[in-house]
């Protein structure tokens, strides 16, 4: 119990330490990640620090849709295969699963992933591995406005945050 305490404690630290700098507030788990990865020599930042969204009247479905996905972790490509193995290897132990480590060996290949008018059209950011990601996760839905828009098409969202996806609205 112990042990637990003082994980919970170091885990608020890191997390205060993190607003004080400006970045977004992590999940506990994605934090250890970055410090296990940190350890090894392996730089990692979380989606959430690289993309910002162009319309803020979207920001909230953006957010909401990428959920968890917005913690996951850009790594050098030349580091993702070590990254990967790490995790595998120390996420029980160090209680870190659910975390996500993009891979950035395939993200070229979602580069041009968009959909006029999808969701991933209002992700704006300087690092191309980064809007890879999201049009990767959110190229193909579409941004409407109605609930006859959302009946309509296979994969879509309004700004509210309402999806349709998989047969359902939700």
């Known amino acids: 119990e112990e042990g637990e305490m003082a ?3 170091e885990d608020l630290r890191g997390r205060i330490a993190r607003l004080e700098r400006g970045e977004s507030d992590l999940q506990p788990a994605t934090q250890r990640l970055i410090a296990l990865l940190a350890e090894h020599g392996i730089a990692a930042v979380p989606l959430c620090d690289r993309v910002d969204v162009a319309d803020e009247h979207w920001r909230g479905a953006l957010e ?8 996951a972790l850009l790594v050098d ?3 993702v295969r070590e990254a990967v193995g790490l995790y595998r290897r120390e996420g ?4 870190i699963h659910g975390s996500r480590v993009i891979n950035t060996l395939k993200t070229a290949e979602w580069r041009d992933r968009r959909t006029a008018g999808s969701l991933a059209e209002m992700a704006i950011s300087d690092d191309a591995d980064a809007l890879a990601y999201v049009n990767q996760r959110a190229g193909n839905v579409l941004r409407v406005e109605t609930e006859d828009d959302l009946l309509r098409n296979e994969r879509a969202i309004t700004a509210d945050g309402m999806l349709a996806t998989g047969g359902a609205v939700l």
């Open 64 to 71: 909401s849709f990428l959920g968890g996905h917005r913690e």
């Open 92 to 95: 029980k132990r160090l209680n």
């Open 77 to 79: 490509p030349g580091q």
């Open 7 to 9: 994980r919970a404690l």
